[in-house]
């Protein structure tokens, strides 16, 4: 029997094989697409969850707040959080503490020197935590000692070559020596700590800081702490109890101002986007959207095939009359519609199986993300997919099954009774209303994100990022760098190419790592403390970026006092409470201690990305070594490339060749912020434009059904003298009538969703009416093309022809 | 074989109802060639329909081989069905997808028959119909004559004990027709009871009992 259902499923396809095409072809680009997006959404999700006791550790983070407000939240928080919460909350096993991550000056052998990235001091409980994998060594013994140091598979082979790292001394900064006791397998990509070189942690804080400062300190922010809980501890009720701890250990003042929270390690990559996160975050959001558009996709892929199947079903209704009579009873039908329905999905996912097999790198090119190329590496997600695959079958082949052998043979086999038509028609209709919902749907969030991303890169910046290019300062700094850096800048603005020059601690592009709790002269930090967003500037720092003064002037050299000088920014000036821009002027302000003078106020610009809220700065004249991190320098002309090989050999020169120059273009630089929703935006479109073409061919097939039933109609209509457009208009109505039901749905939900989605953005647009206007009248015009069409072709048909046809 | 009592069939309309079968009272016993006779409308179909039980009656009592079909369900009676009658339509109806072979061996496959008895089975009707040459063509490569010698031979595969047929040359030229109606003698003469629906005169005469029925009444029963 199964063999016959099979033949007589393969003949059917064949003989229906527009409709086939047209079903086939929706359901290999909706599961080729979804296999990618879910692989994409998967790996997104996959973050830390390789670590055996994962669900136990979380990382403590640190909230500092004033007036009940938290101004700055690290995700490396306070130096004691560590030891003061394992000291006083029983239901902690034992925590780990990491500082990092730092860039650093590598060497073994003198004159082979390495710029490695991701540098971490991290405790001899490190390995227990984490399951990262430790090749040589000892886990618990590797990085208890001082000097010793862990470092990654591949940076031993470029650092050692073939010799054994193990036991050898590494040199950094040309300075600390480590001996090797660990080698580590390299950290997957889905891990939110990636490191080349593991640092003993006792170095840092037995060596390096005095008092024990690094376990003591409440104030000193930076500390990656993680926290293994005891099994099936309730870790949300656990917060209080830092606090009581915080206020035993310190005062209640102290506990009331520096708050922890614990955040499960592997909701970090997704969820959490704090000061000092140790990789760029992921877009939790964009990763749900991307994965309900996967589900729609596949949706209108199976909404396509009941819709067809069952619009075809008229045309089987007889078979069906004809197998009942001859003895098949309604199981043995349901069965055979089954088994069509799974020949075809199964060549459908075999198919998309191979489809996103080949798309595989082109995907992850577009998704620019780490991720496997390949969904057979992921066995879990496969199985999955197969299960959504028999789910699929099963639920797209149920429905016309039932549907279809539900026919009574002597309505079926009496070719002028109405074959029970109409219950099916209401199922159909409420498939197309759920697609061009969807459809609109897609449509105006799609309209939503372009507008948001075109209203960040349109803004006005209040800074000009072109014609410039920065200069990263060297690694190695001793205590003629300053000098050294005022003669870099004089040499290189000597060249006919550049314009101006300027050192800083911090270029725009990027949230400023330096944060300075201030005061007005005369208050102590007791009384009152603002945290800034502090940026240490050559005086041409800001004429050069064209920051708009609004009151007073930039600093100058020509000013004697200059040294003591500052700018504040708007947001800087409502912060201090300072009447107007112009009030604050003249202002002495305590900064750790040093009294500077606001000598002007510049407008309020976009240091991070629109997305951001713009935070008070305070810019500062360059005073110590570490504050001269890069130099900017403003170009005659767009022709940069040209300039670089001159400013090396200066730098070179210069700085003696401790390391090579690293530079890079601002506006390049600034525009790398708005990566991650550019790439979202790309990625969303994409799909949605699949998931609405999809949509389109089902309905096309879907006409082409209606046209033909109503062949006969059309015929008696032209012969009673209906025009053409008439006709078009009569056979397009029902349609646009759904469209309107579905966009009438759609809106609410878009707008909510949406709405979720904009408030991620500081500064965005207002969803405005026209947006939803233009997606109904999008998919009202889509419909009616595809509706128009074919009602047009049956419209001009010779209505003689259809006549004797029925 | 068959009885029917009080059996009424009618179809609502709005308000208003409309009689197909009226008191309907007939017997028909087991090697029977009944022809039933009347005018379009007239009710023949549904008659024919409610015997094979593909239609319910909306009152009155139907015996088949002294089992009380008016009181199953739809699964008993599709069982019933399934192996005590065979259809042959004026239309034909065979299945477009299946070959001539295909269409003949259908019914066995509903009935769970073993492959090699199918196989045998299937190719000896094919041999006595003459249609071994045809076994592997579709329907719509073969002429009305032969699509319904397919039909007949779909319908007695099974060997069914009752065989209903409905205006079965209806569609056929008169030469084609005649064979079928040969065929059907010969399984009459096989001991098969049938009952045919025909508004051919000639076409009667092969049979051995008339009934004619008008405006859903049995207005005479007589041997022609
Ligand atoms: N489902 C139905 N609904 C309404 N009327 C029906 C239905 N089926 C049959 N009829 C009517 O019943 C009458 C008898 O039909 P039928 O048995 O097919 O007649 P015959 O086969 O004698 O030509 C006809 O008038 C027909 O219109
Ligand atoms: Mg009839």
Not at chain 1, 638 to 653: A, C, I
Not at chain 2, 189 to 215: F, P
Request: net charge negative.
């Amino acid at each position: 029997m199964w063999r016959n259902y099979l033949k007589l499923g393969w003949r059917h396809i064949q003989r229906n094989r527009n409709i086939t095409a047209i079903n086939f072809i929706g359901l290999v680009v909706g599961m080729t697409a979804v296999i990618l997006i879910w692989q994409y959404v998967d790996f997104e999700r996959s973050y830390d969850k390789f670590h055996a006791q994962g669900d136990q550790i979380f990382r403590v983070q640190t909230d500092r707040i004033k007036d009940g407000i938290p101004f700055m939240q690290f995700a490396g928080g306070a130096a004691c959080a560590g030891p003061v919460i394992a000291r006083n909350v029983p239901e902690v096993e034992d925590y780990v503490k990491l500082r990092g991550p730092n860039e650093s000056l590598l060497h073994y052998h003198f004159d082979q020197k390495h710029v490695v990235d991701d540098v971490y001091f991290a405790m001899g409980t490190f390995f227990d935590f984490f399951s990262f994998e430790l090749l040589e060594g000892d886990a618990g013994t590797c990085l208890k000692e001082p000097w010793t140091a862990c470092i990654t598979k591949t940076l031993a082979d470029k650092v050692f070559g073939p010799e054994n790292p193990m036991g050898k001394t590494i040199v950094l900064e040309n300075e600390a020596e480590y001996v090797v006791t660990g080698i580590v397998a390299d950290p997957p990509e889905n891990s939110h700590l990636g490191f080349s070189v593991l640092l003993s942690y006792a170095t840092f804080s037995d060596v390096f800081v005095s008092d024990n400062e690094s376990e003591t300190a409440w104030y000193w922010d930076g500390y990656l702490t993680y926290l293994k809980l005891k099994p099936n501890t309730n870790w949300q009720e656990l917060e209080p109890k830092f606090k009581e701890a915080m206020a035993a250990t310190y005062d209640e003042e102290v506990a009331e101002s520096t708050v922890f929270s614990l955040q499960p390690l592997p909701d970090i990559h997704l969820t959490s986007n704090l000061l000092g996160e140790t990789k760029p975050p992921g877009d939790g959001t964009a990763v749900k959207f991307l994965f309900l558009v996967g589900i729609l996709i596949l949706i209108i892929a199976w909404f396509n095939y009941i819709n067809l199947t069952t619009a075809q079903s008229m045309n089987r209704a007889r078979e069906v009359g004809i197998r009942k009579v001859i003895g098949s009873n309604r199981s043995a039908l349901i069965r055979q519609f089954m088994t069509e329905a799974v020949i075809i999905n199964a060549i459908a996912i075999i198919c998309a199986l191979i489809f996103a097999t080949l798309l595989g790198p082109a995907f992850v090119n577009m998704v620019d993300t780490p991720m496997p190329t390949s969904i057979f590496d992921n066995p879990r997600l496969l199985m999955i997919l197969l299960a959504c695959f028999g789910l699929g079958t099963f639920l797209t082949g149920m429905y016309p099954a039932l549907l279809q052998s539900s026919y009574k043979p002597i309505q079926a086999l009496n070719p002028n009774l109405n074959r029970g038509r109409i219950k099916a028609q209401w199922v159909r209709k409420g498939l197309v209303v759920f697609q061009f919902g969807i459809s609109v749907a897609l449509i105006a969030s799609t309209l939503v994100i372009y507008n948001q991303m075109r209203y960040m890169q349109k803004r006005d910046l209040g800074i000009s990022t072109e014609k410039t290019l920065v200069i990263e300062g060297p690694l190695f700094r001793d205590s003629t760098y300053l000098e050294l850096g005022e003669t870099f800048k004089t040499e290189l603005a000597m060249l006919p190419a550049v314009k101006s020059i300027s050192g800083s601690s911090s270029v725009p592009g990027e949230r400023i790592g330096w944060t300075a709790g201030i005061q007005k002269w005369g208050q102590t930090e007791e009384d009152e403390n603002y945290g800034f967003r502090a940026i240490a500037a050559d005086p041409e720092y800001s004429d050069q970026y064209d920051m708009e003064i609004i009151a007073g002037r930039s600093m100058s050299r020509d000013h004697g006092a200059d040294a003591s000088s500052c700018l504040l920014n708007e947001e800087g000036v409502k912060v201090f409470q300072f009447e107007s821009p112009e009030s604050a002027l003249g202002e002495e302000i305590n900064f750790w201690g040093q009294r500077v003078q606001v000598v002007g106020v510049v407008r309020d610009f976009h240091q991070a990305s629109p997305k951001a809220k713009i935070e008070p700065i305070i810019l500062r004249n360059v005073a110590q070594n570490w504050m001269l991190n890069y130099f900017s320098v403003k170009l005659v002309s767009d022709d940069m490339l040209s300039m670089v090989e001159n400013m090396k050999g200066t730098y070179d020169r210069v700085f003696g060749a401790n390391s090579p120059m690293e530079y890079f273009f601002l506006d390049e630089h600034y525009d790398q912020q708005y990566k991650s929703e550019a790439l979202f935006g790309k990625v969303f479109t994409f799909f949605s434009g699949l998931a609405i073409l999809i949509s389109c061919l089902g309905l096309l097939a879907l006409i082409a059904f209606v046209v033909e039933r109503r062949r006969k109609e059309i015929g008696i209509r032209k012969v009673l003298g209906s025009s053409i457009s008439g006709i078009v208009m009569i056979l397009s109505k029902d349609f646009l009538f759904l469209v309107i039901i579905a966009a009438v749905l759609a809106i609410p939900v878009v707008h909510h969703f949406m709405k979720g989605w904009l408030d991620g953005f500081a500064y965005r647009i207002d969803m405005e009416w026209w947006v939803f206007l233009v997606a109904v009248l999008l998919a009202v015009a889509i419909a009616f093309f595809t509706v128009g069409y074919q009602s047009l072709v049956a419209a001009r048909q010779n209505p003689v022809d259809s006549l004797q046809q029925a | 074989m068959i009885r029917l009592s009080n059996i009424e069939r009618f179809y609502k309309a709005g308000l208003t109802k409309t009689w197909v079968l009226r008191d309907i009272n007939l017997e028909i016993n087991e090697g029977e060639f009944a022809t039933i006779m009347g005018p379009s409308g007239s009710g023949k179909t549904t008659l024919l329909n409610i015997i094979g039980m593909l239609d319910t009656p909306d009152q009155g009592e139907y015996e088949f081989l002294e089992e009380p079909v008016h009181k199953f369900r739809e699964r008993r009676r599709t069982e019933l069905h399934k192996h005590y009658i065979g259809f042959v339509f004026q239309a034909y109806h065979l299945i477009d997808e299946l070959t001539v072979y295909e269409n003949i061996e259908t019914p066995l496959l509903y009935r769970k028959i073993k492959s090699s008895e199918r196989k045998a089975m299937v190719a000896n009707l094919l041999d006595e119909f003459n249609m071994v040459a045809k076994k592997d063509l579709f329907p719509h490569q073969l002429s009305g004559g032969q699509q319904q010698l397919v039909g007949v031979a779909r319908a007695i595969i099974g060997k069914p004990k009752l065989l209903l047929a409905d205006e079965p040359t209806g569609n056929l030229h008169s030469s084609q027709g005649e064979i079928i109606m040969d065929l059907f003698k010969q399984l009459h003469a096989d001991g098969m009871t049938i009952l045919q629906v025909t508004h051919s005169e000639k076409n009667a005469q092969y049979g051995t009992r008339v009934i004619e029925i008008e405006d859903g009444y049995i207005r005479r029963d007589y041997a022609p």
